[in-house]
């Protein structure tokens, strides 16, 4: 039998190349990501800029830049297949660029270092169109009490 980080690891490979539409992660929903790749430790999803994602100079709006960045890299933590959900400690970010409605922008996360407690991820938001690093950080998360559960996790 499969354990549920595996199970949910298995339905978004089972997405890619599609706008997720399965999730544990009610905001990973809203976001509505298109899997590029999934790896262990790595993955690269691309958006599409929304209305209600902008500012009101109609731009990405930093907040949105970092919740894309903690969604993923806390799907990106779950493909580690570990026991345990863990909770961000901190986000560090730097905004390089903007994007605008309309534009498809492409995240991409990778595991630095995975200890038993503590798991750093790095972050990178670009306009793979333009060419253009939109924003690059970090984030460390830490190991919590709750398991991941067959109710949490995508069928």
Do not use: C
């Not at 978004?12 to 976001?31: D, H, Y």
């Amino acid at each position: 039998m499969k354990n549920d980080t595996t199970q949910i690891r298995q339905g978004l490979i089972a997405q890619l190349g599609k706008t997720v539409t399965n999730s544990p992660s009610a905001f990973m929903l809203w976001l509505a990501p298109v899997v590029r790749e999934i790896e262990e430790g790595s993955m690269t999803f691309d958006y599409q800029v929304r209305k209600e994602m902008t500012n009101p100079i109609g731009t990405l709006h930093g907040g949105v830049t970092a919740a894309i960045m903690d969604d993923m890299i806390g799907a990106t933590i779950i493909s580690l297949g570990r026991e345990h959900f863990y909770t961000t400690v901190n986000n560090v970010i730097d905004y390089f660029s903007t994007a605008k409605i309309g534009d498809t922008i492409t995240g991409k996360t990778k595991i630095i270092k995975a200890g038993r407690q503590i798991i750093n991820v790095q972050f990178e938001l670009w306009n793979m169109d333009k060419e253009r690093l939109l924003a690059r950080g970090y984030s460390n998360a830490l190991k919590t009490d709750h398991k991941i559960n067959e109710a949490e996790s995508i069928k």
